[in-house]
């Protein structure tokens, strides 16, 4: 939690995060992934001054609950003194104990948002999904709830000016804008029109920007001039040097590779073979993240295996 303290912009977790998009679909399922098409409704998180403190949490940590369909799980939530925002003790349940910053006792509007990091821990507990290390399995938590329709509210929990600063999650406000705009794009919903706070939308449009720009890559149709040519200018590299292996060019997400089957003889014989070897392109899918491989041939239809997305290609 940065309380008054400086807020870290950009995407230094990028590549963690796209991981985790991956690792969600690979672990859910995308049926499972697709349950989760609604976010958590602005109403039903809503805390006002005039709830009592503890039954509101818990009602709040009721809705999280529900939305992350745990129904044999119950939290109880406390307040003490800490330096992080929350701590929820990963027991084998259903019980499960929540710890919020006493700083929530009078900023109750942001319960919901440490409250959806928190719970969605007890999911990820459940389903055995962990990444190595404490900060990457944070931005997996992160990733994980605004992916999942519950972290639009740490987005809008972040607030800044000139004389104060607040922000929830391990996530930069860019990353989170971006995880939420790449579930916009898959479930047509726009978290946009549920922030309060100026910089979350700020911060949301950053990442839309670059969610699309995902969707723009070679060597997907959709590609603008200036990627098409250097597709094409990588593409005659590959092909006139024909890689053993693979071919990546700097500063792009696809790579070259040739189909090299184990075929005993001279190393002519093999060089002989490479030569009409068929050159194949590997490329992430713009809405899971998966490595997808494709003959390069011209244009393709290719359909990720992971998240069902078709992709129109120019290979």
């Known amino acids: 939690m940065a309380n008054d303290g400086p807020v870290e912009h950009g995407y230094p977790h990028l590549a963690t995060v796209r991981a985790a998009i991956n690792a969600l679909y690979k672990r859910l399922s995308y049926d499972t992934v697709q349950a989760f098409s609604t976010s958590v409704a602005p109403v039903d998180v809503a805390f006002c001054d005039t709830d009592d403190l503890y039954l509101g949490a818990q009602r709040v940590?009721?809705?999280?609950?529900?939305?992350?369909?745990l129904p044999d799980a119950r939290m109880i939530v406390g307040f003490r003194e800490m330096s992080h925002a929350a701590n929820v003790e990963l027991a084998a349940g259903p019980e499960y104990f929540i710890e919020l910053n006493d700083r929530f006792r009078t900023h109750r509007r942001d319960i919901g948002a440490a409250l959806a990091h928190e719970v969605m821990h007890v999911y990820l507990h459940r389903l055995d999904l962990s990444f190595p290390g404490t900060r990457d399995n944070e931005i997996l938590t992160d990733t994980a709830a605004a992916y999942l329709g519950a972290g639009w509210l740490l987005l809008d929990a972040f607030r800044e000016d000139a004389d104060s600063s607040q922000k929830l999650g391990y996530l930069t406000p860019e990353e989170f804008g971006y995880v939420l705009a790449k579930r916009a794009l898959v479930f047509d919903e726009d978290p946009a029109i549920w922030f309060t706070s100026p910089q979350a939308y700020t911060a949301y449009t950053a990442g839309m920007e670059l969610a699309r720009r995902d969707t723009r890559q070679p060597p997907l149709t959709a590609a603008g001039w200036a990627g098409r040519r250097r597709y094409a200018r990588d593409r005659r590299h590959a092909q006139d040097h024909h890689p053993p292996g693979a071919s990546q060019p700097s500063g792009v997400p696809y790579s070259f590779t040739l189909d090299i089957p184990d075929i005993p003889g001279t190393p002519d014989s093999r060089a002989d073979h490479d030569s009409h070897s068929p050159l194949r392109v590997s490329f992430p899918c713009?809405?899971?993240h998966q490595r997808i491989r494709v003959p390069v041939r011209g244009r393709v239809r290719a359909r990720?295996?992971?998240?069902?997305?078709?992709?129109?290609?120019d290979t």
């Open 304 to 313: 990720c295996g992971v998240c069902r997305t078709v992709l129109e290609c």
């Open 61 to 69: 940590a009721h809705e999280m609950v529900r939305h992350y369909r």
């Open 286 to 288: 713009p809405t899971c």
